[in-house]
């Protein structure tokens, strides 16, 4: 059994009540219970004494299958999955990684940071560390996070990729990572906002998701139908990108009110970097993802 006590004030929903908790000892065992939610498959493992618990913060919500995610249980239960998955894996990042000489002493940015997992592991040779994050739940998880790791918290800005020309000054980065994140904007104009944002000879570092992906989760990958079809749109949105559009439809999801997901091809991402005067494109393509890195020249093309 795991005790987790609430006082009569507390016993309201909140992020504020989960994150009292993520400071102290029950608070992993939490993280993981909203992990397990996402993958049903560890449903039979539940703690019946800590699903109440959660019950009781308004993370979970009585179900025909025994309990579900509320909406602020599902934004949580992606950020618990993030940070359980790195515990396991022995606190550190997964392949691929820039080489370390370009954020050795150097000015980083990670535009959708999520908690900000990579600025952790940056910060400790990097002269200094940004994030950018939509979720204001991400950015205050992971500050909580950080601070159970023993890690100073890195600054995190809250906004979208799209609009990072608003949150950062010209001119102010000399590596720019992006993972996962640049398929689910619009990705011309981002790719221009973030060449805008790099010095000369500052470098964009990207992993992108591959057509082939795409078509994978639409096929086989995901078991909901929404989760389908918005792979198809993408799959869809891919081809309007070959002509120099790409659609964003609203979708009321528990994460985004906007989808602009797309997955062009590889000859398509090397003319939007280059179209954004980025160069010395160079690219490393696998089933799933394609990973590149441009610089921005020292002089205008």
Not at 193 to 222: D, H, M, N, T, Y
Request: hydrophobic share 40%.
């Amino acid at each position: 059994m795991v005790g987790i006590s609430l006082t009569e004030e507390s016993s309201l929903p909140s992020l504020a009540v989960v994150s009292e908790l993520l400071l102290e000892t029950q608070g992993f065992p939490l993280l993981q219970l909203l992990s397990e939610k996402l993958d049903r498959s560890q449903a039979a493992r539940e703690d019946p004494d800590l699903a109440r618990a959660a019950e009781a913060l308004g993370l979970l919500t009585p179900s025909t299958a025994g309990t579900a995610l509320t909406d602020l249980g599902y934004i949580l239960a992606n950020v618990a999955k993030e940070y359980c998955h790195w515990v396991a894996q022995g606190r550190s990042m997964p392949s691929p990684r820039p080489p370390p000489a370009l954020i050795h002493s150097k000015d980083v940015v990670d535009i959708g940071c999520g908690i900000g997992r990579w600025l952790w592991e940056f910060q400790t040779t990097a002269r200094s560390v940004r994030g950018v994050e939509l979720k204001p739940e991400y950015i205050e998880m992971g500050r909580l996070l950080a601070l159970r790791e023993g890690l100073s918290p890195p600054e995190i800005i809250q906004g979208s990729a799209e609009h990072i020309d608003r949150l950062l000054e010209p001119s102010s980065a000399d590596l720019v990572f992006s993972r996962l994140v640049l398929n689910h904007v619009p990705i011309a104009t981002t790719l221009s906002k973030v060449a805008a944002i790099l010095r000369p000879g500052g470098v964009l570092w990207a992993q992108v998701e591959s057509f082939r992906f795409g078509l994978s989760q639409c096929v086989r990958g995901e078991p909901r139908l929404r989760s389908r079809l918005l792979h198809a749109f993408g799959l869809v949105n891919s081809l309007f990108c070959m002509s120099n559009h790409q659609l964003a439809v609203r979708t009321g999801g528990r994460h985004h009110d906007v989808h602009s997901t797309a997955y062009p091809s590889l000859s398509w991402w090397k003319r939007a970097v280059h179209r954004a005067h980025l160069i010395e494109w160079n690219v490393v393509q696998d089933d799933d993802t394609l990973v590149f890195f441009a610089r921005k020249p020292h002089r205008p093309r």
